[in-house]
């Protein structure tokens, strides 16, 4: 993601042309203040999204802010330079459609990652952002303690990212978190996926009643996250690729079966993440000390000017 003289991109630093308003629109930053891009606009959105060294976030649009290094009078921020995320990046994977094995040639290719925040970044007064994205790239990157506390709350996305088959970075320290990627598997993945195979549902359930049909994305996804809680359960790992069911999901996904079909393959793959539960040999809880200590190694390693 580099920073172009005309294009703002996730990690741009910016300098306000407006007033910022808060709630009651109140004024929370004058015209002038400094800020980091950490969303950029998707399709018809215009607005992007921006963090305050307060840690309050503001939707501004593009004539609402200019690059900070090509404001004329502006003030060398905290003494840093500009930051430059893709050079802390240490860990970064594709994920989604392709990593799943459900790709087609429609399909967009989905960058995750993880980027350790130099000290000097989290000394400053703006503090490290715990996430960027960047929708021109269809990107999203989380700052290593982010990742580290979502992953330790079974949190399927981020769980799926450790495990993805489509790597393309890996530093030292990303190869330290793979090699504890284990540690994070506990029986939480049971409530956590299925909680999100039941989101899927219940935006199932909505369609049907406003609309009368299925969205046969949501419900591809939502046998998806069940098979692959209870692959993991018994397996000990996150198998991303869902292997020999890419047809099977794909006819879902086409609507060549009809909804009482598919509803009852979700049923009895509910059945078997109960069954895989009660069989599991993970652990009640993951392994924070393990994630702890790789924070703080990496914490060391920044503050002495490495990563």
């Not at 930051?83 to 399909?107: E, K, M, Q």
């Not at 939480?188 to 359930?205: C, D, P, V």
Request: charge should be negative.
């Amino acid at each position: 993601m580099s920073h172009q003289a005309h294009n703002i991109h996730a990690g741009t630093q910016i300098v306000t042309k407006v007033g910022v308003h808060g709630s009651n629109n109140a004024l929370v930053h004058p015209r002038g203040a400094v800020g980091i891009v950490t969303r950029t606009p998707c399709g018809h959105e215009q607005h992007f999204l921006v963090r305050f060294p307060d840690g309050f976030e503001a939707s501004l649009l593009r004539d609402e802010l200019e690059v900070l290094k090509l404001f004329k009078d502006r003030l060398e921020p905290c003494g840093t330079r500009d930051f430059a995320l893709d050079d802390h990046v240490i860990y970064r994977c594709i994920v989604g459609s392709r990593a799943y094995g459900l790709d087609t040639d429609s399909s967009d290719t989905d960058l995750r990652g993880i980027y350790l925040a130099p000290a000097q970044l989290h000394w400053s007064l703006y503090g490290a952002p715990e996430q960027f994205e960047d929708n021109a790239t269809q990107s999203c990157f989380w700052e290593l303690q982010k990742f580290l506390v979502m992953a330790l709350k079974a949190n399927p996305n981020i769980l799926e990212c450790l495990y993805s088959p489509l790597v393309e970075k890996v530093t030292p320290i990303g190869q330290q978190l793979l090699a504890i990627r284990d540690r994070f598997l506990s029986q939480m993945i049971f409530q956590t996926f299925n909680g999100y195979a039941l989101s899927q549902f219940k935006k199932i359930e909505q369609d049907l009643r406003n609309h009368g049909e299925v969205r046969w994305k949501h419900a591809m996804h939502l046998l998806r996250l069940l098979m692959t809680g209870a692959a993991t359960l018994r397996e000990g790992r996150i198998p991303v690729h869902v292997g020999d069911r890419r047809d099977q999901l794909l006819a879902v996904k086409r609507g060549e079966l009809s909804w009482e079909k598919v509803d009852a393959w979700r049923q009895e793959l509910h059945h078997d993440f109960e069954q895989a539960l009660a069989e599991t040999k993970l652990p009640e809880r993951p392994d924070y000390e393990a994630a702890n200590a790789l924070l703080v190694e990496a914490r060391s390693l920044t503050a002495k000017g490495g990563e």
